[in-house]
């Protein structure tokens, strides 16, 4: 609901009586008050450290003629021109104040901030590039142990944070408070910025003071959680290590071994097939090397766990795995499944038989028949071994 605000009279106005009113004094004593000094727009004092945050360069030369002192002197704030000039991003200015005497490194202000870093902060590429060029240490630390990096990644400066990881810069520098360059990136939520990071080894699991990693800087801004986890996928396939219990597995014969599946180490070895390989082995592959159901099952686990997550338990096929009627608790497809029913469906066919020939070897046990009792033995022999060669191949 709006108000509205009426006036008796206009506000803000001052009405000097007319003289008629007989008050002639007060505005004869108004008039012959002596009004300011009027100056031209263009006299004026200019200082060096105003001139270059205008980017005034003939001023500077004008200035540089009087003084040369002027060029490195700073003002009541701490600041130097070379600071202003690099903050506003005056390439030229800077090439001049270098030339002229200015320091690359030793203008700073009150809080040890350098040129670089401000330019830096500011996304000022072409001034990052001079200051690099002419000697500028791109290490240096201000009051708070904060580097020109920390400045470009707070502030989303991606091309310039690339300049300075080139002119090696650390990414997982810290400063006083542990913060990192990819801390900064984490909470600014930039990705571009957090990639480039990554790529020249950012640590997304490096921790600051509080003990927050990149992670738990990141809150829950979801594409640079998805990088960290893409970033920490890819690190581990390109670090294979396969653990178990409290040890790490880096052959495939301990791999094996670890897996009660030793007994495969010597036909893997004359198939030339060794740790990396192993991962890289499809389900056909152990079809062809004649290797049964059960541990083709338990090795695919592992292959697939390892290319999901990057880190595979050896032990991981007897994790909990929903029921099934897979062995060892296996999740089935479709095609497992239709072999696994034939054989079920052969084995109770055969037991079938079996108690057939056991009832008939009874009768011919109370007839005295000595070869029919012979030949049905034979049989129910014959029916456990293939009944035995038939669970064999699934576990």
């Known amino acids: 609901m709006s108000a509205r605000v009426r006036f008796q009279e206009r506000p803000g106005i001052t009405y000097v009586p007319s003289s008629r009113s007989g008050n002639a004094p007060l505005l004869a004593d108004i008039i012959s008050k002596p009004m300011p000094q009027l100056h031209h727009e263009n006299r004026y004092d200019m200082d060096a450290c105003t001139a270059a945050s205008i980017g005034d360069e003939k001023e500077l030369r004008k200035l540089l003629k009087i003084n040369p002192n002027t060029m490195i002197m700073k003002n009541q704030s701490g600041w130097t021109p070379l600071l202003y000039a690099a903050y506003l991003g005056h390439n030229n200015v800077v090439a001049f104040l270098l030339d002229s005497g200015a320091k690359v490194d ?19 590429l072409n001034v990052v590039r001079l200051l690099l060029e002419r000697g500028a240490n791109p290490k240096i630390c201000d009051k708070e142990k904060r580097q020109a990096i920390h400045y470009a990644a707070s502030c989303c400066q991606n091309v310039v944070v690339d300049t300075l990881l080139a002119a090696g810069c650390d990414p997982n520098a810290a400063d006083s408070q542990g913060t990192t360059a990819v801390h900064e990136a984490a909470m600014a939520g930039h990705e571009v910025t957090f990639i480039s990071l990554l790529e020249k080894g950012g640590n997304v699991d490096q921790k600051n003071l509080k003990g927050e990693n990149a992670a738990a800087l990141a809150c829950d801004n979801n594409k640079i959680l998805q990088l960290i986890s893409d970033h920490q996928a890819e690190n581990a396939k390109q670090n294979p290590q396969i653990i178990s219990g409290n040890r790490a597995t880096r052959t495939l014969s301990e791999l094996l071994e670890e897996m009660d599946l030793g007994r495969y180490v010597e036909q893997f070895k004359s198939e030339n097939v060794d740790l990396e390989v ?27 766990r390892y290319k999901t997550t990057g880190v595979i338990r050896s032990d991981a096929f007897d994790s909990p795995q929903p029921a099934s009627t897979s062995p060892r608790g296996y999740t089935s497809h479709a095609g497992d499944d239709n072999e696994i029913n034939g054989t079920l469906k052969s084995i109770r066919d055969l037991n079938q038989e079996t108690k057939t020939f056991v009832m008939n070897a009874l009768e011919s046990l109370g007839s005295g028949d000595a070869n029919r009792l012979r030949g049905q033995l034979i049989n129910i022999l014959n029916n456990v071994e293939s009944i035995g060669l038939k669970v064999s191949s699934h576990v």
């Not at 192993?278 to 090795?299: H, T, V």
């Open 278 to 304: 192993f991962f890289e082995l499809k389900e056909q592959d152990f079809k062809d090397m004649n290797i049964a159901y059960g541990p083709k099952k338990r090795m695919l686990d592992v292959i697939k």
């Open 106 to 124: 030793d203008s700073t202000n009150g809080r040890w901030q350098t040129p670089l870093m401000m330019a830096s902060a500011c996304g000022n």
